[in-house]
């Protein structure tokens, strides 16, 4: 250990495979090294030990479906999607309108008439970029739907604290996927 600066290698007798042994937390064939243990590594709520999902805290927000969409019966002109309200005329519209129209409905189609895939599309986002007809004078535009719940998500995390509050009223918290994994 003295001359191997902390690290030695026992090779039998009798032969096979030499055993690597260390005092640094590394692993002489792979490389991977671990920091010294410290008592808030394994802490849950130190940021050394956390989980990284959650930080620590044990839960992790979810966009609640039926906070976003709770009457089917409605239109999204009417409001349907109450995170974005009743029709205006705005980007975001223009945007969902175009999404409908990729599936063959419209604004005034109730969302309970819609197949799956297009609410689905409309919370999620589209892979396939999008053709989005501009306002007058302009020409279309191609945009790739990024989806009503990232938007949220991301309100709820980074936005300022109006934005944060409005988010909150449509995301409930979950037990962290992560740590109940490891639980
Ligand atoms: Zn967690």
Redesign the pocket.
């Known amino acids: 250990m003295k001359y191997g600066k902390g690290s030695l290698m026992v090779v039998g007798v009798k032969g096979g495979d030499p055993r690597y042994l260390s005092r640094h937390l590394m692993c002489p064939t792979s490389g991977i090294a671990y920091e010294e243990p410290e008592p808030n590594l394994f802490s849950f709520n130190s940021p050394y030990g ?11 927000t979810e966009v609640a479906f039926d906070k976003i969409v709770p009457d089917r019966k409605k239109s999204i002109r009417k409001g349907a999607i109450l995170a974005l309200g009743s029709y205006k005329s705005s980007w975001v519209f223009k945007q969902v309108e175009a999404v409908l129209e990729n599936f063959g409905y419209d604004l005034d189609t109730p969302v309970e008439e819609m197949e799956d895939a297009v609410l689905a599309s409309l919370l999620n986002g589209m892979d396939e970029p999008l053709r989005v007809s501009s306002n007058v004078g302009l020409s279309d535009r191609t945009v790739q739907f990024e989806g009503i719940i990232p938007f949220i998500l991301e309100q709820a995390e980074e936005g300022p604290k109006a934005a944060q509050k409005w988010a909150a009223g449509f995301t409930h918290m979950v037990a ?5 994994a490891h639980a």
Do not use: D, F, I, R
């Open positions: 956390a989980c990284p999902k959650c930080s620590g805290l044990g839960q992790v962290c996927p992560e740590c109940k």
